[in-house]
T-cell receptor
Framework: GEDVEQSLFLSVREGDSSVINCTYTDSSSTYLYWYKQEPGAGLQLLTYIFSNMDMKQDQRLTVLLNKKDKHLSLRIADTQTGDSAIYFCAERRTGGFKTIFGAGTRLFVKA | KAGVTQTPRYLIKTRGQQVTLSCSPISGHRSVSWYQQTPGQGLQFLFEYFSETQRNKGNFPGRFSGRQFSNSRSEMNVSTLELGDSALYLC?????????????FGPGTRLTVL
Protein backbone atom coordinates (compact mmCIF):
# COMPACT_ATOMS: atom_id res chain seq x y z
CA GLY A 1 0.00 0.00 0.00
CA GLU A 2 0.94 3.60 -0.43
CA ASP A 3 2.45 4.74 2.87
CA VAL A 4 0.11 2.80 5.13
CA GLU A 5 2.20 0.22 6.95
CA GLN A 6 1.22 -2.99 8.68
CA SER A 7 3.09 -6.04 9.82
CA LEU A 8 2.56 -8.93 7.43
CA PHE A 9 1.79 -11.81 9.77
CA LEU A 10 0.30 -12.46 13.19
CA SER A 11 -0.28 -15.82 14.83
CA VAL A 12 -2.41 -16.30 17.95
CA ARG A 13 -4.07 -19.15 19.81
CA GLU A 14 -7.81 -19.57 19.76
CA GLY A 15 -9.35 -17.68 22.67
CA ASP A 16 -6.51 -15.19 22.97
CA SER A 17 -6.73 -11.55 21.92
CA SER A 18 -5.23 -10.41 18.64
CA VAL A 19 -3.82 -6.95 18.15
CA ILE A 20 -3.10 -5.76 14.62
CA ASN A 21 -1.22 -2.51 14.26
CA CYS A 22 -1.04 0.05 11.49
CA THR A 23 0.68 3.36 10.88
CA TYR A 24 -0.55 5.88 8.38
CA THR A 25 0.95 9.07 7.03
CA ASP A 26 -1.69 11.70 6.39
CA SER A 27 -2.61 13.46 9.62
CA SER A 28 -5.59 15.06 7.88
CA SER A 29 -7.19 11.74 7.01
CA THR A 30 -10.82 11.83 8.06
CA TYR A 31 -11.71 8.18 8.40
CA LEU A 32 -9.63 5.13 9.18
CA TYR A 33 -10.91 1.67 8.40
CA TRP A 34 -10.33 -1.96 9.07
CA TYR A 35 -11.30 -4.41 6.35
CA LYS A 36 -11.22 -8.20 6.41
CA GLN A 37 -10.53 -10.42 3.43
CA GLU A 38 -11.25 -14.14 3.53
CA PRO A 39 -9.76 -16.49 0.93
CA GLY A 40 -11.23 -16.04 -2.53
CA ALA A 41 -13.34 -13.07 -1.50
CA GLY A 42 -13.29 -9.31 -1.75
CA LEU A 43 -12.78 -7.04 1.23
CA GLN A 44 -15.44 -6.58 3.87
CA LEU A 45 -15.57 -3.53 6.11
CA LEU A 46 -15.22 -4.56 9.75
CA THR A 47 -15.26 -1.20 11.43
CA TYR A 48 -14.11 2.38 11.02
CA ILE A 49 -13.23 5.30 13.24
CA PHE A 50 -13.55 8.99 12.64
CA SER A 51 -10.37 10.95 13.15
CA ASN A 52 -11.68 12.92 16.13
CA MET A 53 -12.23 9.73 18.13
CA ASP A 54 -9.69 7.85 20.23
CA MET A 55 -11.47 4.56 20.57
CA LYS A 56 -14.38 2.63 19.17
CA GLN A 57 -15.73 -0.66 20.43
CA ASP A 58 -17.98 -2.97 18.47
CA GLN A 59 -18.65 -6.34 20.10
CA ARG A 60 -15.33 -8.25 20.01
CA LEU A 61 -13.57 -5.48 18.09
CA THR A 62 -11.81 -2.48 19.64
CA VAL A 63 -10.17 0.18 17.54
CA LEU A 64 -7.65 2.54 19.08
CA LEU A 65 -6.46 5.67 17.31
CA ASN A 66 -3.40 7.66 18.32
CA LYS A 67 -3.57 10.64 16.04
CA LYS A 68 -0.36 12.19 17.31
CA ASP A 69 1.64 9.10 16.32
CA LYS A 70 -0.63 8.27 13.35
CA HIS A 71 -1.09 4.82 14.81
CA LEU A 72 -4.19 2.68 14.51
CA SER A 73 -4.80 -0.70 16.08
CA LEU A 74 -7.47 -3.36 15.92
CA ARG A 75 -7.98 -5.67 18.87
CA ILE A 76 -10.02 -8.82 18.42
CA ALA A 77 -11.08 -10.33 21.72
CA ASP A 78 -11.55 -14.10 22.12
CA THR A 79 -10.10 -14.79 18.68
CA GLN A 80 -11.72 -17.69 16.85
CA THR A 81 -10.51 -19.85 13.95
CA GLY A 82 -13.08 -18.09 11.79
CA ASP A 83 -11.16 -14.85 12.34
CA SER A 84 -8.28 -16.23 10.26
CA ALA A 85 -8.05 -13.84 7.31
CA ILE A 86 -6.12 -10.88 5.97
CA TYR A 87 -6.85 -7.60 7.74
CA PHE A 88 -6.33 -4.32 5.91
CA CYS A 89 -5.93 -0.94 7.49
CA ALA A 90 -6.97 2.01 5.27
CA GLU A 91 -7.15 5.77 5.46
CA ARG A 92 -9.49 8.13 3.66
CA ARG A 93 -7.52 11.19 2.72
CA THR A 94 -9.09 14.61 2.58
CA GLY A 95 -9.25 15.70 -1.00
CA GLY A 96 -8.14 13.34 -3.74
CA PHE A 97 -11.14 11.07 -3.34
CA LYS A 98 -9.10 8.01 -2.62
CA THR A 99 -8.71 5.47 0.12
CA ILE A 100 -5.19 4.16 0.71
CA PHE A 101 -4.76 0.62 1.95
CA GLY A 102 -1.95 -1.08 3.78
CA ALA A 103 -0.49 -4.33 2.48
CA GLY A 104 -2.58 -6.37 4.89
CA THR A 105 -1.81 -8.47 7.98
CA ARG A 106 -2.43 -12.18 7.66
CA LEU A 107 -3.87 -13.47 10.92
CA PHE A 108 -3.40 -17.17 11.72
CA VAL A 109 -5.49 -18.58 14.54
CA LYS A 110 -4.24 -21.86 16.00
CA ALA A 111 -6.80 -24.19 17.54
CA LYS B 1 -30.01 -5.14 -2.30
CA ALA B 2 -27.54 -6.93 -4.57
CA GLY B 3 -23.86 -6.45 -3.81
CA VAL B 4 -21.08 -5.33 -6.10
CA THR B 5 -20.66 -7.73 -8.98
CA GLN B 6 -17.61 -8.20 -11.15
CA THR B 7 -17.27 -10.10 -14.39
CA PRO B 8 -15.60 -12.24 -15.33
CA ARG B 9 -14.38 -13.86 -12.12
CA TYR B 10 -11.39 -15.49 -13.77
CA LEU B 11 -9.49 -14.64 -16.91
CA ILE B 12 -6.41 -16.05 -18.61
CA LYS B 13 -4.66 -13.99 -21.25
CA THR B 14 -1.29 -13.97 -22.95
CA ARG B 15 1.27 -11.20 -23.07
CA GLY B 16 0.45 -8.45 -25.50
CA GLN B 17 -3.29 -9.00 -25.42
CA GLN B 18 -5.76 -6.57 -23.93
CA VAL B 19 -8.50 -7.19 -21.40
CA THR B 20 -11.67 -5.47 -20.22
CA LEU B 21 -13.08 -6.06 -16.75
CA SER B 22 -16.54 -5.02 -15.68
CA CYS B 23 -17.99 -3.86 -12.38
CA SER B 24 -21.60 -3.24 -11.45
CA PRO B 25 -21.91 -1.21 -8.25
CA ILE B 26 -24.61 -1.47 -5.65
CA SER B 27 -27.77 0.24 -6.84
CA GLY B 28 -27.65 3.93 -5.95
CA HIS B 29 -23.87 4.03 -5.55
CA ARG B 30 -22.26 6.57 -7.83
CA SER B 31 -18.62 6.16 -6.88
CA VAL B 32 -16.61 3.24 -8.20
CA SER B 33 -12.96 2.60 -7.36
CA TRP B 34 -10.60 0.01 -8.80
CA TYR B 35 -7.70 -1.67 -7.03
CA GLN B 36 -5.01 -4.13 -8.01
CA GLN B 37 -4.11 -6.73 -5.40
CA THR B 38 -0.91 -8.73 -5.62
CA PRO B 39 0.86 -10.74 -2.92
CA GLY B 40 3.92 -8.54 -3.01
CA GLN B 41 2.33 -5.10 -3.31
CA GLY B 42 -0.90 -5.45 -1.36
CA LEU B 43 -3.81 -3.33 -2.53
CA GLN B 44 -2.87 -0.61 -5.00
CA PHE B 45 -5.31 2.12 -6.00
CA LEU B 46 -5.91 2.34 -9.75
CA PHE B 47 -8.61 5.00 -10.20
CA GLU B 48 -11.93 6.27 -8.95
CA TYR B 49 -14.96 7.37 -10.93
CA PHE B 50 -17.95 9.40 -9.87
CA SER B 51 -20.81 10.31 -12.18
CA GLU B 52 -18.85 9.23 -15.25
CA THR B 53 -15.83 11.37 -14.33
CA GLN B 54 -12.45 10.10 -13.23
CA ARG B 55 -11.70 11.96 -10.00
CA ASN B 56 -8.41 10.39 -9.09
CA LYS B 57 -5.81 8.09 -10.53
CA GLY B 58 -3.10 5.99 -8.95
CA ASN B 59 0.46 5.49 -10.15
CA PHE B 60 -0.14 3.05 -12.96
CA PRO B 61 1.02 3.30 -16.58
CA GLY B 62 -1.28 4.54 -19.32
CA ARG B 63 -1.98 0.94 -20.34
CA PHE B 64 -4.50 0.93 -17.51
CA SER B 65 -7.63 2.89 -18.26
CA GLY B 66 -11.21 2.95 -17.17
CA ARG B 67 -14.58 4.50 -17.69
CA GLN B 68 -17.94 4.78 -16.04
CA PHE B 69 -21.31 4.73 -17.70
CA SER B 70 -24.41 6.73 -16.90
CA ASN B 71 -25.84 3.80 -14.93
CA SER B 72 -22.67 3.86 -12.75
CA ARG B 73 -21.37 0.59 -14.13
CA SER B 74 -17.65 0.76 -14.72
CA GLU B 75 -15.10 -0.97 -16.87
CA MET B 76 -11.36 -1.05 -16.70
CA ASN B 77 -9.13 -1.92 -19.60
CA VAL B 78 -5.55 -3.09 -19.66
CA SER B 79 -3.79 -3.03 -23.01
CA THR B 80 -0.58 -4.76 -24.04
CA LEU B 81 -0.67 -7.12 -21.08
CA GLU B 82 2.52 -7.95 -19.22
CA LEU B 83 3.27 -10.88 -16.93
CA GLY B 84 3.33 -8.48 -13.99
CA ASP B 85 -0.30 -7.56 -14.59
CA SER B 86 -1.35 -10.92 -13.16
CA ALA B 87 -3.35 -9.98 -10.09
CA LEU B 88 -6.73 -9.84 -8.43
CA TYR B 89 -8.57 -6.72 -9.60
CA LEU B 90 -11.08 -5.45 -7.10
CA CYS B 91 -13.84 -2.98 -7.64
CA UNK B 92 -15.52 -1.08 -4.81
CA UNK B 93 -18.54 1.19 -4.76
CA UNK B 94 -19.75 3.78 -2.30
CA UNK B 95 -22.55 6.27 -2.02
CA UNK B 96 -20.38 9.27 -1.23
CA UNK B 97 -23.32 10.54 0.79
CA UNK B 98 -22.69 8.73 4.05
CA UNK B 99 -20.01 10.43 6.09
CA UNK B 100 -17.88 7.34 6.49
CA UNK B 101 -17.46 6.82 2.72
CA UNK B 102 -17.67 3.10 3.37
CA UNK B 103 -16.62 1.10 0.33
CA UNK B 104 -18.31 -2.15 -0.62
CA PHE B 105 -16.10 -4.55 -2.50
CA GLY B 106 -16.88 -7.06 -5.20
CA PRO B 107 -15.31 -10.54 -5.21
CA GLY B 108 -12.71 -9.49 -7.76
CA THR B 109 -11.54 -10.68 -11.14
CA ARG B 110 -8.46 -12.86 -11.06
CA LEU B 111 -6.37 -12.15 -14.14
CA THR B 112 -3.57 -14.48 -15.12
CA VAL B 113 -1.19 -13.39 -17.87
CA LEU B 114 0.86 -16.15 -19.47
Amino acid sequence: GEDVEQSLFLSVREGDSSVINCTYTDSSSTYLYWYKQEPGAGLQLLTYIFSNMDMKQDQRLTVLLNKKDKHLSLRIADTQTGDSAIYFCAERRTGGFKTIFGAGTRLFVKA
Amino acid sequence: KAGVTQTPRYLIKTRGQQVTLSCSPISGHRSVSWYQQTPGQGLQFLFEYFSETQRNKGNFPGRFSGRQFSNSRSEMNVSTLELGDSALYLCASSTETSGSNEQFFGPGTRLTVL
